[in-house]
């Protein structure tokens, strides 16, 4: 494949045609100007010729060399046949040079005679205006098709040359002219002639030939227009003058050297401008790699978060089903061990307590699950940071070793968050878990809780747990908060802490920040909004008391649950607690016991239910049907609650305690009395 190059493709414009004709201009002012005093006899300075042949030599045989480095791989055949124009050129010029009498040596030259240098010179120019003009044809001749052909070759065009060159000077050099053609003799006069006006006819018609086609050709091409232009002029003046030494005679060779010279300063200065170009373009193309990485790392990050939140769904999924499932049998056992706990002997107690502990242990594993994936109920309660963070001081501290020091740093006045405080401690829990485990000699853990400075955002409090530990790569930190993700061994470690924290923070409406420093120490942080005021609606929070004695007592309560084991617990909970209970599977027999009659003080419904209409639309259509009928829901799913409770709706969140139905059941029939007292009878 050809790849551009500027010198070669880059096509003349009417700015550059203008700057080569301005530059042109001088010279065939100066040939003109010259012109009527051309024939003057000036004094002989042999040296010139040697200084000309020297100066054009080198300055064509650089161009030759010039010409032949550019566009290598893909040479169009004029450039070619332009490199081949030079090397003549500059090969003859030093030739001339050595054979100019007196030019290189005080007396005689350096090589040949008085007739080799008098037809050399002749040979040379008529030479090189026709290599000029093949050139200029052929790449009119190409630009004209479209883009140059890349078909030219040095290899055989460059060893030609040479020969070519060879063979002219051996001609001049070797050849036993007769006297007619000798130096002086007609015949060489009329060949001087000839070739001279040949040389300026093959000039004018390159200048011509280049000039019409400027636009289609490239600079380069444009260029040459030039330089025939100036060598015509030369010649020109050399002819008028005639005679060797004349005004004419100097002002030829130094037409025709400043020509050749600037061709050679065009060429660099083309080069060196080719040469910007490129470093422009490599710029240009090292600032595009490095954008196109930075699109590949956002891509790659932003693939990762995908598969991350994909991750998320599945195993959101997954829990929201087993959850379900499982929260029916934690109630169950935990109404049924509530159930226990009331009756059984003091000396099976210790047994009762454990299972106790056991069932909230699995709770835990569930709710984590859930709250991983946003399926969580989240109870928010606006907490006093100040009071809320000391008082949990001793779960956190129970969770390190000996030779870890946790210390609590939170200002009593430092504000409140909107939150729910079991995921906050939760989520403090892993943090302080994690620290610990980062520093397996032992060390110090700070807990602090502060408020965010308002120069750096929304009024905000910023929990850190910060460890002394070993740190975390960079290549782990990209990874935390996916879930089971984790560097440590199977059984010590799940990979559900961060993501839990994260989860947390989003729900919350705050964010998560990690700064680590491997060998240095961790500190992660959760900001978590400001509250304005506390919350009305706060639960108190506490251990669970004992059963209070039922409001009243031996009132029917209706039970809505499709599931039979949680329905016969919970009603054998509240008919130990004193209530009088019917039990129900779906919220289509619940209505029709309704209309058949029966008369509950207060209705249980679990939420999700099969039978074609769940908890919140029986709440909803007792709640036309039966205002003064206080309704309880009861859910293990964060949608479904946060929606009942938006509706007004007194919420439990599954799996509940069997102290917090019995006081929801107690408020709902207090308002309920009170709302049915106060209405007329
Ligand atoms: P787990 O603790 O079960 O591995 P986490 O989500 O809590 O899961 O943590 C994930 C990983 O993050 C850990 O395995 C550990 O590599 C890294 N990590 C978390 N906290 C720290 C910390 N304080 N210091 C060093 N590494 C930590
Ligand atoms: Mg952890």
Redesign the pocket.
Do not use: H, P, R, Y
């Given at each position: 494949m050809n790849s551009p190059d500027p010198l070669v493709d880059e096509p003349s414009s009417t700015r550059h045609g203008l700057k080569v004709a301005l530059l042109a201009t001088p010279f065939l002012l100066a040939a003109l100007a010259l012109s009527p005093i051309a024939s003057r006899a000036l004094p002989a300075v042999p040296q010139v010729s040697g200084l000309f042949g020297l100066v054009v030599g080198s300055s064509e045989l650089l161009t030759a060399f010039l010409l032949a480095s550019i566009a290598a791989g893909h040479r169009p055949r004029w450039l070619v046949r332009l490199t081949c124009a030079y090397l003549f050129s500059g090969a003859m010029a030093l030739l001339h040079a050595l054979t100019f009498p007196g030019a290189m040596l005080p007396a005689g030259s350096v090589l040949g005679t008085t007739e080799t240098v008098a037809w050399l010179y002749v040979t040379w120019q008529v030479g090189f205006s026709g290599l000029l003009l093949l050139s200029a044809s052929t790449a009119v001749r190409e630009y004209s098709r479209g883009m140059p052909s890349s078909g030219g070759s040095l290899r055989v065009a460059v060893p030609a040359t040479l020969v070519g060159t060879f063979v002219a000077f051996a001609a001049a050099r070797w050849m036993p002219w007769p006297a007619y053609f000798a130096p002086g003799g007609t015949g060489f006069g009329l060949w001087a002639k000839v070739g001279g006006g040949a040389t300026i006819a093959l000039s004018l018609v390159t200048t011509v030939v280049v000039w019409r086609h400027r636009r289609i050709c490239s600079r380069l091409v444009v260029w040459l227009a030039l330089v025939a232009a100036v060598t015509g002029a030369g010649f020109a003046l050399g002819l008028v003058g005639g005679a060797r030494y004349s005004a004419g005679w100097y002002a030829s060779r130094a037409l025709v050297a400043a020509g050749s010279a600037m061709v050679l300063i065009v060429l660099l200065h083309e080069l060196l401008r080719s040469r910007r170009a490129l470093r422009t373009a490599a710029a240009r193309l090292g600032e595009q790699a490095q954008a196109l990485q930075a699109e590949v790392h956002r891509r790659e990050r932003a693939e990762r978060m995908f598969v991350q939140a994909q991750k998320l769904e599945a195993v959101g999924q997954l829990a929201g089903g087993v959850a379900h499932d499982f929260n029916n049998l934690l109630q169950v056992m935990r109404l049924r061990l509530e159930l226990l706990r009331r009756q059984a002997p003091p000396e099976s107690q210790p047994h009762v307590a454990i299972l106790r502990d056991t069932v909230g242990r699995a709770e835990r594993l569930t709710s984590h699950l859930l709250s991983l994936t946003g399926r969580r109920s989240l109870t928010p309660e606006v907490l006093d940071v100040g009071t809320w963070l000391p008082r949990h001081a001793k779960v956190l501290s129970a969770l390190v070793r000996d030779d870890v020091r946790i210390e609590i740093d939170v200002d009593p006045d430092v504000g409140r968050v909107h939150v729910d405080g079991g995921e906050l401690e939760a989520a403090l829990l892993?943090l302080v878990?994690?620290?610990r485990?980062?520093m397996p000699s032992g060390g110090r853990v700070v807990v602090s809780a502060k408020a965010r400075p308002p120069s750096d955002g929304d009024a905000a409090i910023v929990f850190t747990v910060s460890?002394e530990?070993?740190?975390?790569e960079p290549e782990?930190l990209d990874r935390?908060g996916e879930p089971f993700?984790?560097?440590?061994e199977p059984g010590k470690?799940?990979?559900?802490?961060?993501?839990q924290v994260h989860a947390l923070a989003r729900r919350s409406g705050g964010s998560v920040t990690i700064e680590?420093r491997p060998g240095a120490g961790?500190a992660?942080s959760i900001v978590l909004p400001r509250a304005r005021a506390a919350s009305p609606d706060a639960p108190a929070s506490g251990t669970p008391g004992r059963a209070e004695p039922a409001a009243g007592r031996g009132a029917l309560i209706m039970i809505v649950d499709d599931n039979a084991e949680v329905g016969r617990a919970t009603g054998a909970l509240l008919e130990q607690a004193g209530y009088t209970v019917t039990l129900v599977e779906s919220a289509r027999e619940a209505l029709e016991r309704l209309a058949a009659g029966t008369r509950p003080r207060a209705v249980v419904s679990d939420v999700v239910m099969g039978g074609g209409m769940d908890g919140i639309a029986l709440a909803r259509r007792m709640r036309e049907r039966h205002p003064e009928l206080p309704v309880i829901l009861c859910t293990g799913y964060s949608a479904s609650s946060d929606q009942a409770r938006d509706e007004g709706f007194t919420v439990l969140a599954k799996p509940y305690e069997a102290q917090s139905l019995e006081a929801a059941l107690r408020a709902a029939l207090d308002g309920g009395r009170v709302a049915a007292e106060a209405q007329p009878h």
């Open positions: 892993n878990s994690n620290a485990d980062a460890d530990g070993e740190g975390i782990v935390l993700f984790t560097t440590k470690g799940t990979g559900l802490g961060l993501a680590s961790t992660v």
